[in-house]
């Protein structure tokens, strides 16, 4: 993504925007108040890592039912935080969310529409705009999470490099949008994230997984034993704390909320039909 102007880095879409944009009716500021079982588990605070499985574990997302903990956070001694949030989407498909991932990097109006509080912008790296694809793709984002701007790649793989079956996914009807994310202008990637979409009655739940941190924290393209030495000199310099694994949790739970209650009306106004009508 190109260096940004200053000018350009703002919460929220301007009169201009709101007035002009394709994108304003869905533009929606004011959010719904955190779900009963995301306010639990933060009165809760951190709680036991062997209770969250770490990245390694993140196969058993396969299995039917609930891991031990769906919604907290917790701290290792290694310095990583594990984050894990539920959110339940009446009316919203799988596929709804694998095409918002390919379809929202390409502008910051669009990015903002997913959390108007703290989405401040968003672009490929690669320099192109909708390829209908973000696996393999880098998004750079800047966005608040908690009181701190924060500047962010996320570089989208394969779910099969997370450790889960695609022909599986395929076969179930799910959706696992995977990633390595990391800080910008740094060649370190600091964390892993799942966010799993399979069908339940009446709709569908989504199962994040953040794991950042520690013994997550790689130069990217430097998997092996010298890459986790590096990486791990570089966690123990800037351990996370329990107030930031929290403040993911509520930014995680909050985005993901909001965009479901409208997402099945943008992807019917925005998504592949309305695409296919602009091809023909």
Request: aromatic share 10%; hydrophobic share 40%.
């Amino acid at each position: 993504m190109p260096s940004i102007a200053e000018k350009e880095l703002y919460l929220g879409y301007t009169p201009d925007e709101l007035e002009r944009s394709a994108y304003a009716r869905f533009f929606r500021p004011q959010m719904a108040p955190l779900a009963g079982h995301v306010r639990e588990a933060l009165l809760t605070g951190a709680i036991a890592h062997e209770l969250m499985p770490p990245v390694s574990r993140a196969g058993d997302l396969h299995h039917p039912g609930y891991w031990a903990a769906e919604t907290g956070y917790s701290t290792c001694l290694d310095g990583s935080a594990r984050v894990f949030v539920l959110t339940p989407m009446p009316g919203v498909t799988p596929a709804m969310w694998d095409w918002w991932f390919a379809w929202h990097g390409s502008e910051a109006q669009r990015y903002k529409l997913w959390h108007p509080r703290a989405h401040v912008h968003v672009g490929w790296a690669d320099g192109e705009g909708d390829l209908g694809r973000y696996v393999g793709r880098i998004s750079n984002v800047v966005e608040f999470v908690g009181p701190a701007r924060m500047n962010l790649t996320i570089r989208f793989v394969r779910p099969s490099e997370a450790g889960l079956d695609e022909k599986r996914l395929v076969a179930s009807g799910e959706v696992a949008i995977c990633a390595r994310g990391g800080i910008a202008g740094t060649p370190m990637e600091t964390g892993w994230l799942i966010h799993h979409v399979r069908p339940v009655e009446g709709g569908s739940e989504m199962r994040s997984r953040f794991w950042v941190g520690g013994e997550n924290v790689r130069p990217r393209s430097m998997p092996g034993a010298v890459g986790g030495v590096i990486g791990s000199i570089a966690s123990r310099l800037v351990p996370l704390k329990a107030i930031q694994a929290s403040e993911l949790l509520v930014h995680c739970a909050q985005e993901m909320a909001h965009l479901a209650a409208f997402l099945p009306e943008l992807y019917a106004t925005f998504g592949p039909a309305h695409q296919q009508e602009n091809r023909e």
